[in-house]
């Protein structure tokens, strides 16, 4: 998640770069490019976790959704069309990133004390990689170029892949791919399904100002 975070940051950290001095899109085209682009990106993730929990799997989901996402910075490296890259990368965004944490939280029962630890943990790797990328990507897009700034996203998305599939072991079964076989599930029970219409409220009010405010 580290090397995700990275490579998404670092887009959003040179993309209105690239778009008015590589492209000559005027300030206005870029910035609602920027701005549909990461609205869009809060709402492709409940299609996403969806896919993942239904049909593909949630490991499928993070490699197929990281595979898609470095396409979309490879594209965008080798000037490719902007709009089918960024759509790959938002596709794949969608795949990504409700999966990962869904991931790291079947390895734990929900009372089990390393639970909130290992996200605190996961949150800090978030944190870290967000940290790094305009330090990495801006330095490199203002010296070298604002594509090398892709190839930079691009990478860290590949050490993402590798130390997902290396670790991928030690995971548990996917719900999809292994139905069969028993995983831990939590009963609903009446307290949390009264709390699912709330739960629905709350998600339709982030997701309405996180695309308004982008």
């Given at each position: 998640e580290k090397w995700?975070?990275?490579s998404y940051v670092?887009?959003?950290?040179?993309?209105?770069?690239y778009l008015t001095?590589?492209?000559?899109?005027?300030?206005?085209?870029?910035?609602?490019?920027?701005?549909?682009?990461?609205?869009?990106?809060?709402?492709?993730?409940?299609?996403?976790?969806?896919?993942?929990?239904?049909?593909?799997?949630?490991?499928?989901?993070?490699?197929?959704?990281?595979?898609?996402?470095?396409?979309?910075?490879?594209?965008?490296?080798?000037?490719?069309?902007?709009?089918?890259?960024?759509?790959?990368?938002?596709?794949?965004?969608?795949?990504?990133?409700?999966?990962?944490?869904?991931?790291?939280?079947?390895?734990?029962?929900?009372?089990?004390?390393?639970?909130?630890?290992?996200?605190?943990?996961?949150?800090?790797?978030?944190?870290?990689?967000?940290?790094?990328?305009?330090?990495?990507?801006?330095?490199?897009?203002?010296?070298?170029?604002?594509?090398?700034?892709?190839?930079?996203?691009?990478?860290?998305?590949?050490?993402?892949?590798?130390?997902?599939?290396?670790?991928?072991?030690?995971?548990?079964?996917?719900?999809?791919?292994?139905?069969?076989?028993?995983?831990?599930?939590?009963?609903?029970?009446?307290?949390?399904?009264?709390?699912?219409?709330?739960?629905?409220?709350?998600?339709?009010?982030?997701?309405?100002?996180?695309?308004?405010?982008?």
């Open positions: 995700e975070a990275f670092g887009l959003r950290t040179v993309l209105v770069y001095q590589d492209l000559g899109y005027s300030t206005e085209d870029a910035s609602l490019i920027y701005g549909t682009f990461l609205g869009v990106a809060y709402v492709t993730p409940i299609l996403g976790g969806w896919i993942a929990d239904r049909f593909i799997g949630r490991s499928a989901a993070i490699v197929g959704g990281a595979l898609l996402k470095m396409a979309g910075y490879i594209g965008l490296l080798f000037g490719a069309n902007v709009t089918v890259c960024l759509a790959a990368i938002v596709i794949g965004n969608g795949l990504f990133l409700p999966t990962l944490p869904a991931t790291l939280g079947a390895l734990f029962s929900p009372n089990d004390p390393d639970r909130q630890r290992s996200f605190s943990f996961y949150y800090l790797a978030v944190s870290a990689g967000a940290l790094l990328a305009p330090l990495i990507c801006g330095t490199l897009g203002e010296n070298f170029g604002w594509r090398y700034s892709f190839l930079a996203s691009a990478t860290g998305l590949a050490a993402a892949i590798v130390i997902f599939l290396a670790g991928r072991h030690l995971l548990p079964p996917d719900r999809a791919a292994a139905a069969s076989q028993p995983i831990y599930e939590a009963p609903i029970g009446q307290t949390g399904r009264s709390v699912i219409p709330l739960l629905a409220c709350v998600l339709m009010a982030v997701i309405i100002l996180r695309v308004a405010y982008k």
